[in-house]
C-alpha cells in the first residue's frame, strides 16, 4: 500500500537533494514493511545548547497499523542525521514486523523421545 509522506522543514531552508534522498528511504520503508500507513519527516534544528554547538534534527513518524513509531537523530550534518534516522527506522521496523510475526503462533516442538521408525 503506498503511504501518503510528508516532509517538513522547521527553521531551515527546503533542498531538493534531501527530499529526493528522503523519498528514496521512504520508498525502501515501505517496500519493507506494508505496514505503513502514514509517514511523516521533519527536519530542523533543536533548542540550542551553548556546550553542544549547531545540531540538526530528524524526525520520523510513522503510522503503523495499531503501533506509531517516532524516531529522531541529532547529528552536526542534517544528512547524517537523516541517514542514521533511517537506519534506526528500519532497525524498529524489524523489530516490530518481527514481533507481529511471532504473535500467535505457537512454534512446533520436537519430541526427542519418540522413536522416527
Do not use: W
Not at 11 to 34: E, G, P, V, W, Y
Not at 68 to 88: E, G, T
Amino acid at each position: 500500500m503506498r503511504s501518503p509522506n510528508a516532509i517538513v522543514y522547521r527553521d531551515i531552508d527546503a533542498s531538493q537533494a534531501l527530499n529526493h534522498t528522503i523519498h528514496r528511504k521512504l520508498d525502501k520503508l515501505n517496500r519493507f514493511c506494508d505496514q505503513i500507513n502514514s509517514s511523516r519527516v521533519v527536519l530542523g534544528t533543536p533548542h540550542q545548547h551553548s556546550n553542544k554547538g549547531k545540531l540538526f534534527r530528524a524526525q520520523i513518524e510513522l503510522g503503523i497499523k495499531g503501533q506509531p513509531v517516532i524516531l529522531h537523530q541529532d547529528n552536526a550534518s542534517l544528512h547524517i542525521a537523516v541517514r542514521d534516522l533511517f537506519k534506526a527506522a528500519e532497525r524498529k521496523l524489524k523489530e516490530v514486523s518481527g514481533k507481529r510475526a511471532d504473535h500467535g503462533h505457537e512454534k512446533p516442538q520436537l519430541d526427542l523421545g519418540e522413536d522416527l521408525h
